[in-house]
């Protein structure tokens, strides 16, 4: 078994993924369905909730707040208690090093029906548990404030979970302020009952539920059992890291604990691991996140269904696996316990018992049998029996799932909440419809058919995709709603959404077990609320619509375009499962050509010509065991628009006039703008003409029906628009503004250039004489052009000639720094004689050079 668990947790650490689970087939926002929602400003964390069907109530524990609210919508808030923290709790609680805003306040915990009028409430309060009693009516606290310890956390993050069960409060949670001591405790006024603070009884455990299922009184007087679902730290398997476990523990409804060994503590309590993998893929879930227990009226076998992740979830998958209680029982009842051995007198380890088993069994309820044996209590039982449980409580075999699979495997998804329906379909079959909430608040409605999952439809519970904490379903068949919880709020959703499917097939191939087609209404109703006409319904759960009378003609819609425009066909599809396609004139349309673009579902068509105008559908095509089934989501009829002609006087004189010769008749411009028909009086000596109009191209949004309408057309190739500028004299001075900012602008660099001496020296000489009294200007790098360099060269070499010996160089000891006054070269008229100063001459001319590091002049 060890080596099965570690070839698993490789086959995650090297990648093994696997593109598995079904596609939703209808994905539903919360814009389209509109659910009833509850929050209350200020208070977060709705993670306890209790439906009670008798009196339309559900109660939802929140952060430092009880609410009562209307089952049939929650937006009817009907009763409202406040239950915060003193500020001298708070500050106690932030001396020991909690946060004083978010963990030192009052989470309540539990929430369970004491009796009819009675609710029993436990809070964290500030790391100090401490419950108390709700009267229902009026809606207020008892005030019978006692000690929580064992029965609510003291971490509002630490996992935790709760039963009430004829009076008695069975609990999983820690029982300490680490939370070190984990602890299943039964809470009676006859006194506490507990499990042994031992690793191999509780290691370190994540409780996600509990719950209670009654013996049927046929059977040979066995007790009631309470359940225990976590996950926790292995002991039995040898790991590099801590191996986490699911696990299933059960305790007796009368344990009453032993006469000398284990004095007020579990004789009854065992616990066995959950299987829930793929062992083909090597993939294990070996987290259980949550656990529901369908029990069906009629003495109906339990199955216990629950939701699990992989703890090397390195490919995000989640399972659903579903266990028959009968396998639970055996397991307990018939199966092999583990005992611990020490190996090298340093390691425990756990393996199978193969010795003998003490007689009554170790763990057993008190039943008929033990009866018969003179055990009427568990008081009774002999100090062997109570050892080998005490030392015994893990079970060696393994409780499998149904089919030794899972129900359902989802890719990248976590779920998070489970609860289960079981719906009598027309077909008189019983089906399992699963409700599993994820981490981003949203839904997924399974179901199975013939041994395939189906998920008819994803829902989204909280548009900020935030985690559901908690879901509970109603168990009314005239009025069924799920329940969710989050930290900021409380959502009511129906069980289907049959008044969706528009049409017979649509309905049809939803195969929701609610839904059916009424033929005879035209629309798609919930079962039990179209009453007993059942000849009238259509439902096959298989999907097979063959049945659906007629054809679903969809949305008609009817659009004017003008020639050139571009347009937006819509088209609307829920199914995820279908194909969507366009027909032109009945013939299927090739939308990869530049003529036609789809984008998601609407068919986009740019410069419509006279070819483009007629009929286009939008059409589903969907696979059912391989039938294909179409249907006609939307028709678009495009018609063109035709545009009257209009007559115009113009002028020989207009500016838009154009003539050849002698030829007085004007040639007449096209406008490229629609304008209003107008009819002016023409001069005898001018010969009329007629101005085509032709609209400028529009982009048109199809949501809505444009009736059809006779009008006249005109050539669409006549546009001039340039034309329309040049005789237009009433538009807007857009240019005329452009062209004085920009000549401002110009004249304004001109003469801050001028100023600064940028400019060639003629236009200096305007400079000065306009500005009196100032230097006469001097280009600052004139002399380091290469002609002027030559020509002072020239006159230097002159000098030289007569006699005069040239100066050494002074070095800078920079090569290509300039020594010419900050770099600027001091230029003279080419008529003025150049001074011999050393000072006054060009580095590129014939200064001195002078290394930095040369020795005294003269060495």
Known sequence: MALTVLCAAWGFLLGTAVAVGPVPRTTWNQQEIHLKQFQEPGIFNYSTLLLSEDTNVLYIGAREAIFALNSLDVSDKQGEVKWGVSEEKQKECSRKGKSIQTECLNYVRVLQPLNSSVLYVCGTNAFQPTCNYLSVSPFQMVGKSEDGKGRCPFDPAHSYTSVMVDGDLYSGTSFTFLGSEPIILRHSHQGQLRTEYAVPWLNEPRFV??????????????????????????VEYEFVNRLLIPRIARVCKNDHGGLRTLQKKWTSFLKAKLI????EKHLVFNIVNDVFILKPPHSV???????????????????????????????????KYMHSTTVEQSHTKWVQYNGEIPSPRPGACINAQARAMNYSTSLDLPDKTLQFVKDHPLMNDLVTPMGNKPRLVQQNVKYTQIVVDRVKALDNNLYDVMFISTDKGTLHKAVNYANEMFIIEEIELFANSEPVQTLILSSKKDKRYLYAGSNTGVVQSPVAFCEKYGSCVDCVLARDPYCAWKQDANSCVHIPESGDNDKALVQKLNGDASSCLGEHKGIELHHKLTLGSSVKLMCSQKSNLATVFWKFQSNRLNTEGPKYYLLGEALFIFNATELDMGVYMCLSEEDVMNVKYPQVLAKHVLELRKLPQTT???????????????????????????????????????????????????????????????????????RLEKTLYLTNTNDNPLFTYLFVFFFVLFMCLLTYNCYKGFLPEHCLKYRSAILPGKAKAVSDFVDCEPGLKENLVEQKNNQNQNGEQPKASRDTGYETETECGNGKILHKPETETIEEDDSERPFDVNCELKFADSDVEGD
């Open 301 to 335: 076998e339990p199955v216990i269904y629950g939701v699990f992740t992989s703890q090397l979830n390195n490919v995000g998958l989640s399972a659903v696996c579903a266990y028959n209680i009968s396998m639970v029982e055996d397991v307990f009842a018939k199966g």
């Open 648 to 718: 115009t006087t113009v002028a020989p004189t207009h500016t838009a006039t154009q003539t050849e010769g002698n030829n007085d008749t004007p040639k007449m411009s096209t406008v490229g703008t629609e304008r209003p028909t107008t009819h002016t009086s023409i001069s005898p000596t001018q010969r009329p003409s007629t101005t085509t109009i032709i609209t400028n191209p529009t982009f048109h949004d199809l949501t809505s029906t444009v009736s059809i309408t006779q009008i006249f057309s005109a050539p669409p190739e006549i």
């Open 209 to 234: 539920h509990s719950e209670v299922i009654r013996e049927n009184a046929s059977q040979s007087g066995d007790d009631d059992k309470v359940y225990f679902f976590f996950t926790e730290v292995s």
């Open 276 to 279: 829930c993998s793929i062992p």
